[in-house]
């Protein structure tokens, strides 16, 4: 259960690093762009600015130049009235600005003929001199769409269309800067309106998945890249995402279908046959998920390696440890030569836990011995043959057996209870505190727990409970021990004493002795004296 939960909710983040798809600068280039661009020479005069006679002729002429796609030379003709204008060569006609008109056209030039900066200027010079001038305001936020200035391009975008400009091409942008802005309601409904004017437009689809995917509609977007797969059946990206999509709706078998099919048709890379795998190793199938690990090893040109060992670390959690040897073994013979000293001690490490999955504990000790060979300070090798020598001394049969493997575990776990790693320092002190516990020396297994607790990451209840528990142990144990030295105190005070007693009835007898000693050897005459 664990397992699965954990491989659902590392399938479950692909779509939510999906990265925002952006206008694609082809669509610039495209014969519609082109027409709706080049079409913006002729002039509105009813929400536009009004031209003179003389500005009217010159219309007329550029649009036969025009016609023919002359756009350097329109423009050098147009650049030429407009200096004719403000500096006429007759001292009696007073120079004049030509209209907004004329210069919004000399700005849709200046684009046509590759000059962004200059036709950026000519459209702004159009908006000062008339600041309702709907095309220019078109054009403009064309232009910076087209240079990834999305959010400039907005307000002169959302200004057009309130001045009544409408078309597909307007929607559609609006919905590319909706989605940069983070609004995916309002891109949707952009996006929809662009599709529903010209549903031939492959961008507008592609942005209103991408509407839906930032929603989290995952159904929709679903439905949506259904049609994008069906006219484009060979692009991997959409067969992809949707399977994405089929994984945040629970329905990960049709994810699967769908990754199926990208192997099948040989557009699949390792990142889809990985995915694959973990979806095999969710439904509990190890033989389907060796396969596709098998084969996004096979077909990567550099081997991802710590994906590898974690997809041998899933399987070994669905009890397949051959499965997981198998892996290993091709993992091994593709990148041999090119593993790095962190790498091939991982290996080791993997190849360790597979041995040990086995039931072959003194395996997986010497592979943690060559793993340790190669990295001295790897602390996750040093920590793991610390606990297989812990399980060698539960399962030995001889005492001394037992205690000689008790040292090995207890030696290999002191080393490592301060390691950088902050897991790699939990997981021995942890370890370590619970030999100690095994063996009632609750005392010296408390300052492990409580470091062990420091350098827990996330809910520490569990370790807590354990802790309160030790502690009363070991407040118990110390109170026995208190009480027992209070016993060999008394005793030794009680030896003490009746030594003394001893010693003094010893004295008491000499004394005596001695002083009948002395009366027996007295004179007669000095006993008469006595007397």
């Known amino acids: 259960m664990i397992l699965r939960s954990c491989i659902l909710f590392l399938l479950t983040e692909l779509v939510v690093f999906s990265q925002v798809i952006k206008v694609s600068p082809e669509w610039f280039k495209t014969p519609d762009f082109g027409k709706k661009f080049v079409g913006s020479y002729g002039f509105l005069p009813r929400v536009e600015p009004k031209v003179d006679q003389e500005e009217a002729m010159l219309i007329a002429e550029l649009s036969e130049i025009l016609a023919a796609q002359k756009f350097k030379e329109a423009e050098s003709r147009l650049l030429t009235f407009v200096e004719e204008r403000k500096n006429p060569e007759d001292p009696n006609v007073e120079g004049k600005d030509v209209s907004a008109a004329l210069i919004f056209t000399l700005g849709n030039l200046y684009y046509q003929n590759g000059r962004n900066d200059d036709a950026e200027l000519a459209y702004k010079t159009a908006l000062k001199r008339f600041p309702e001038y709907r095309r220019a305001h078109k054009n403009l936020a064309l232009l910076y769409a087209r240079s990834d200035r999305i959010a400039e391009a907005t307000p002169h975008l959302i200004k057009a269309m309130a001045l009544g400009d409408s078309d597909h091409l307007s929607y559609g942008l609006l919905g590319h800067a909706m989605l940069a802005d983070d609004k995916a309601l309002a891109a949707e409904a952009a996006f929809?309106?662009?599709?529903?004017?010209?549903?031939?437009?492959?961008?507008?689809?592609?942005?209103?998945?991408?509407?839906?995917?930032?929603?989290?509609?995952?159904?929709?977007?679903?439905?949506?890249?259904?049609?994008?797969?069906?006219?484009?059946?060979?692009?991997?990206?959409?067969?992809?995402?949707?399977?994405?999509?089929?994984?945040?709706?629970?329905?990960?078998?049709?994810?699967?279908?769908?990754?199926?099919?990208?192997?099948?048709?040989?557009?699949?890379?390792?990142?889809?046959?990985?995915?694959?795998?973990?979806?095999?190793s969710n439904q509990e199938?190890?033989?389907?998920?060796?396969?596709?690990?098998?084969?996004?090893?096979?077909?990567?040109?550099?081997?991802?390696?710590?994906?590898?060992?974690?997809?041998?670390?899933?399987?070994?959690?669905?009890?397949?440890?051959?499965?997981?040897?198998?892996?290993?073994?091709?993992?091994?013979?593709?990148?041999?030569?090119?593993?790095?000293?962190?790498?091939?001690?991982?290996?080791?490490?993997?190849?360790?836990?597979?041995?040990?999955?086995?039931?072959?504990?003194?395996?997986?000790?010497?592979?943690?011995?060559?793993?340790?060979?190669?990295?001295?300070?790897?602390?996750?090798?040093?920590?793991?043959?610390?606990?297989?020598?812990?399980?060698?001394?539960?399962?030995?049969?001889?005492?001394?057996?037992?205690?000689?493997?008790?040292?090995?575990?207890?030696?290999?776990?002191?080393?490592?209870?301060?390691?950088?790693?902050?897991?790699?320092?939990?997981?021995?002190?942890?370890?370590?505190?619970?030999?100690?516990?095994?063996?009632?020396?609750?005392?010296?297994?408390?300052p492990l727990i409580e470091e062990a607790i420091r350098l827990k990451k996330g809910s520490k209840e569990s370790i807590e409970q354990y802790k309160r528990r030790v502690e009363r142990a070991a407040k118990r144990q110390k109170e026995k021990q208190e009480r027992l030295e209070q016993k060999r105190r008394e005793l030794r005070e009680s030896l003490k004493n009746s030594e003394d007693a001893d010693k003094n009835k010893v004295d008491e007898k000499s004394l005596k002795k001695k002083s009948e000693n002395v009366k027996e050897g007295l004179e007669p005459s000095d006993q008469q004296d006595e007397k």
């Open 192 to 280: 929809r309106q662009a599709y529903l004017i010209n549903p031939k437009e492959r961008d507008w689809q592609v942005g209103l998945v991408q509407a839906l995917l930032v929603k989290e509609d995952w159904s929709q977007a679903a439905r949506m890249m259904q049609s994008l797969i069906d006219d484009n059946p060979d692009n991997p990206t959409m067969w992809k995402q949707q399977a994405n999509c089929y994984i945040q709706m629970g329905e990960v078998m049709r994810a699967a279908e769908n990754y199926e099919v990208l192997k099948l048709k040989g557009i699949t890379d390792e990142i889809s046959l990985n995915t694959l795998g973990d979806i095999y």
């Open 285 to 446: 199938e190890p033989l389907l998920a060796l396969g596709a690990y098998l084969s996004a090893i096979r077909i990567s040109e550099i081997v991802d390696i710590n994906r590898a060992l974690k997809s041998a670390g899933y399987l070994l959690q669905l009890e397949a440890p051959e499965e997981a040897a198998k892996l290993i073994s091709t993992l091994r013979a593709q990148t041999e030569e090119t593993l790095s000293a962190d790498q091939k001690t991982a290996i080791f490490v993997v190849e360790s836990n597979i041995a040990e999955s086995e039931g072959r504990l003194e395996d997986a000790a010497e592979l943690l011995k060559e793993a340790l060979k190669i990295s001295p300070t790897s602390g996750e090798s040093r920590l793991r043959l610390g606990e297989i020598y812990g399980k060698l001394a539960e399962e030995a049969i001889e005492e001394d057996e037992a205690k000689a493997f008790r040292i090995e575990a207890r030696a290999n776990l002191s080393l490592v209870i301060g390691d950088s790693d902050p897991s790699v320092g939990y997981k021995a002190n942890l370890r370590l505190a619970s030999m100690l516990v095994k063996s009632q020396n609750y005392i010296d297994a408390l």
